[in-house]
């Protein structure tokens, strides 16, 4: 057997589900909402602590962390060669509002096992291991999705992402500066530095796997998505005295838009997906009639040209029924079907045939920081099957040993890479 093989295979042994399943649970508490979920928004005191929590672990083993200008968060295992470009794993652990616990975190922890199984192994690579926790991927509190990602990448200025602010008026420069003040982690991170390859293992949000009783998913790439952000502007007036016909009511343009950008997205195959899932109104009164809404648009499709036809008129189709109300429309993310390495999805696809683990290819509906680094270098994804399919949910459920054996797949093709 080749010696890189006999190294993975030990790691891919010295993998431990209950430590693992031990720091989702630890994990889980940062944001816990009492109900089986948690809230941990990027950027908030939940957040931090969870990294901080991730940066002890990594402490206790000896590696050495480092942050980017964005806060990605990135945790180094040497190598034998330090000037080789280091195989790098991981995802988030910001959460949706009512997130569940493996979400992001699984990704994380996950790759984090593999270097701490290394280490209880005696396995040393010739290239490093790093372990990447990504800022703001989830987009509840600061738009857009993807974030930390989509400016260590280049697709998104540093400058932009910075000045965005959350409902409250909190901008992401403030609260990541409190961040990095409370991490105290002072070696820095150059954007696009060289990796060897990006590998992320995630549950899979949707229900394939466990209807099919596979174990494995070997995703092949990301379906597209879209970003939008619709503010309408009207007039504000009393409730009981503006006469309708009046009235520049932007909740009643806004939910004018909202219906006729769903009709204009259906779909015969049901492929499309397409989500207003916040609306702000102001100034939200019973009595007053509403004088400003800001609405988002999620659209996504596997394919880039249903992307651009659905897409692109948007705009048109919400000035349409503007009715007298000014409307302006921001697209806060456009990111194309994502193709993963064939390499990668190969070495996946061999490591789950290799342990005896079912697996399937299969396309992710949810996006992903792979899909920027898939840009940079060989980049690949792991899924495990969650109950239900359900995801961005409290109810969100993951069993010990699947999460177990997407690690170990996961392992074998870090170790393999980094071996080569
Ligand atoms: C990520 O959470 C997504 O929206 O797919
Ligand atoms: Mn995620
Ligand atoms: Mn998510």
New binding site residues.
């Given amino acids: 057997m080749a010696q890189s093989e006999s190294a993975a295979f030990a790691v891919v042994r010295a993998v431990s589900e209950q430590r693992l399943w031990q720091r989702h649970m630890v994990i889980a508490r940062f944001g816990a909402t009492g109900r089986g979920g948690v809230n941990r928004q990027a950027l908030t005191s939940e957040d931090i602590r969870a990294r901080k929590r991730l940066l002890a672990w990594a402490e206790a083993r000896g590696y050495e962390a480092a942050v980017d200008a964005i806060g990605n968060l990135f945790i180094r295992r040497p190598g034998r060669d330090n000037s080789a470009p280091p195989v790098v794993a991981g995802s988030?652990l910001d959460t949706?509002p009512t997130g569940g616990n493996f979400?992001?975190a699984y990704g994380v922890l996950a790759a984090l096992e593999v270097m701490e199984a290394a280490d209880d192994a005696g396995i040393a690579t010739e290239r490093a291991l790093e372990t990447v926790v990504w800022t703001n991927?989830?987009?509840?509190r600061f738009q857009p999705?993807?974030m930390g990602s989509a400016v260590f990448a280049g697709a998104l200025a540093l400058e932009a992402a910075l000045a965005t602010t959350d409902c409250a008026g909190v901008s992401v420069e403030a609260a990541l500066a409190q961040m990095l003040a409370s991490l105290g982690v002072a070696r820095r991170k150059e954007f696009r530095f060289p990796m060897t390859a990006y590998l992320e293992a995630h549950i899979e949000?949707g229900p394939l796997l466990e209807a099919q009783r596979k174990k494995i998913g070997a995703v092949t790439g990301i379906q597209g998505?879209r970003w939008f952000q619709v503010e309408v502007r009207g007039q504000e007036a009393h409730a009981g005295t503006t006469p309708l016909r009046s009235r520049r009511d932007a909740l009643a343009s806004a939910v004018a838009m909202i219906a006729a950008l769903g009709e204009s997205m259906h779909d015969e195959n049901d492929a499309v997906r397409f989500t207003v899932g916040r609306c702000e109104v102001f100034p939200n009164s019973p009595n007053t009639v509403p004088s400003r809404v800001l609405f988002t648009i999620?659209l996504?499709h596997p394919e880039r040209e249903t992307l651009a036809t659905l897409g692109d008129p948007i705009e048109a189709i919400c000035r349409a029924r503007a009715g007298g109300c000014e409307v302006k429309v921001t697209e806060t993310l456009n990111a194309a079907p994502t193709v993963f390495d064939p390499r990668i999805v190969e070495l996946v696809r061999a490591a789950a045939k290799r342990q005896n683990l079912p697996s399937i290819d299969l396309v992710?509906?949810?996006?992903?920081d792979a899909k920027f680094m898939a840009q940079l270098c060989p980049s690949g994804m792991i899924f495990v099957p969650c109950a239900g399919g359900v995801?961005?949910s409290e109810a969100e459920a993951a069993a010990p040993s699947d999460l177990a054996a997407g690690t170990r797949v996961l392992a074998e093709v870090a170790l393999k890479l980094a071996n080569s």
């Avoid at 991927?137 to 509840?140: K, M, Q």
């Avoid at 992710?364 to 992903?368: K, P, Q």
Wanted: hydrophobic share 15%; charged share 25%.
């Fill in positions: 988030h949706q979400d992001g991927e989830e987009g509840a999705t993807t949000q998505l999620d996504r992710s509906g949810a996006t992903h995801s961005h």
